[in-house]
């Protein structure tokens, strides 16, 4: 069992910057791949970043690439996502995943998932 709680949103301009950060319970961080997902009002669960357990490999949405990263670290249990030159359309709740596939790209390949952290961009 693995539990995820994220931290880091709120509220910021368009082309301000936000570190979100995903602690995870458990002993095993290090074997889950990690995702990041957001979902906006009215609108589907989307993939945002994931990063490999196996090598730390990185995919990105390409709404996202050149201004998103995603990072780890396996000592402190925690993913993080920095993001860069936001945009109002990035206005989301986002939230991290854990799932012990090598790549995972749709939500339904993951197992845990965290409770959120809004993100709201102003224009």
């Known amino acids: 069992q693995v539990q995820l709680v994220e931290s880091g949103g709120g509220l910021v301009q368009a082309g301000g910057s936000l570190r979100l950060s995903c602690v995870a319970s458990?002993?095993?961080?290090?074997?889950?791949?990690m995702g990041w997902f957001r979902q906006a009002p009215g609108k589907e669960r989307e993939f945002v970043a994931v990063i490999s357990w196996i090598d730390g490999s990185t995919n990105y949405a390409d709404s996202v690439k050149g201004r998103f990263t995603i990072s780890r670290d396996n000592a402190r249990n925690t993913v993080y996502l920095q993001m860069n030159s936001l945009k109002p359309e990035d206005t989301a709740v986002y939230y991290c995943?854990?799932?012990?596939?090598?790549?995972?790209?749709?939500?339904?390949?993951?197992?845990?998932w965290g409770q959120g952290t809004q993100v709201t961009v102003s224009s």
């Open positions: 458990g002993r095993t961080f290090s074997r889950y791949t």
């Open positions: 995943a854990a799932t012990v596939a090598v790549v995972a790209l749709g939500a339904n390949a993951y197992d845990y």
